[in-house]
């Protein structure tokens, strides 16, 4: 289906006219879940406000001058997801995707020198037959390192497709809530605590007013230049 009805979009979304126009650009399928991903479409028209058509906005992205994580996308329906960088070149901006305090979807926006840098959460890593490890990151982005030191749920800084530092997933590590009732929040990390074969790994995370148990798929390792 190329279209959801703007009644009833996914609850991240902030929607303008809700009631004025019937249908919304569904991403497109790609390495983000439904609930975790928007659209070019809908960044432009509402919350950039930079166009009020479909139509506006492939204009926009037809000049070239909006990339999505260092590549230029010309797609109405192309997924931004969150923590993506988008860098409209002729306003000169960037921004990162990111929750609110009311859990839709935002532009926060990021200094130049922080948008050079692709922060990636480690979802999986598999040792292939030439002995390299592949890592895969939650963007559908893979890497393939010599080193064995990188584990699923640490995060990493890319710079032109190389690691530029290793964000472990250990206690005292800064991370961001990517779901569950705390998504958005930033804190520490604490604590992990194992549990059964059919439950999920819980974490303790301090926001800095509360503590705060979560399932562990839901925490994202941060760097120190990530704002919101």
Not at 50 to 70: C, D, H, M, P, W
Not at 149 to 166: C, F, P, Q, R
Request: hydrophobic share 40%.
């Amino acid at each position: 289906m190329a279209h959801l009805k703007r009644l009833r979009p996914p609850k991240t979304w902030q929607i303008q006219q809700r009631k004025e126009r019937t249908f919304i650009a569904r991403p497109l399928p790609g390495p983000h879940k439904l609930r975790e991903a928007t659209t070019l479409n809908y960044v432009l028209i509402d919350l950039l406000q930079y166009a009020k058509t479909a139509r506006e906005a492939q204009f926009i992205l037809n000049s070239g001058k909006v990339v999505v994580n260092s590549k230029v996308r010309k797609t109405l329906r192309f997924p931004v997801g969150v923590v993506d960088i988008v860098s409209i070149l002729e306003e000169n901006k960037v921004y990162r995707l990111v929750y609110d305090k009311f859990n839709k979807f935002s532009l926060a926006p990021v200094n130049h020198k922080e948008a050079a840098f692709l922060l990636c959460k480690i979802v999986n890593k598999t040792v292939l037959n030439s002995k390299k490890i592949q890592l895969n990151f939650h963007n559908g982005r893979n890497l393939l390192v010599d080193s064995n030191a990188y584990k699923v749920s640490d995060s990493v800084l890319l710079n032109a497709n190389k690691i530029e530092k290793h964000l472990k997933f250990e206690p005292g590590a800064r991370v961001y809530l990517t779901a569950g009732k705390s998504k958005g929040k930033i804190g520490t990390l604490e604590k992990t605590e194992k549990s059964s074969e059919l439950s999920p790994e819980l974490v303790t995370v301090n926001s800095g007013t509360e503590n705060i148990v979560t399932i562990k798929d839901y925490v994202f390792v941060i760097n120190k230049e990530f704002t919101l």
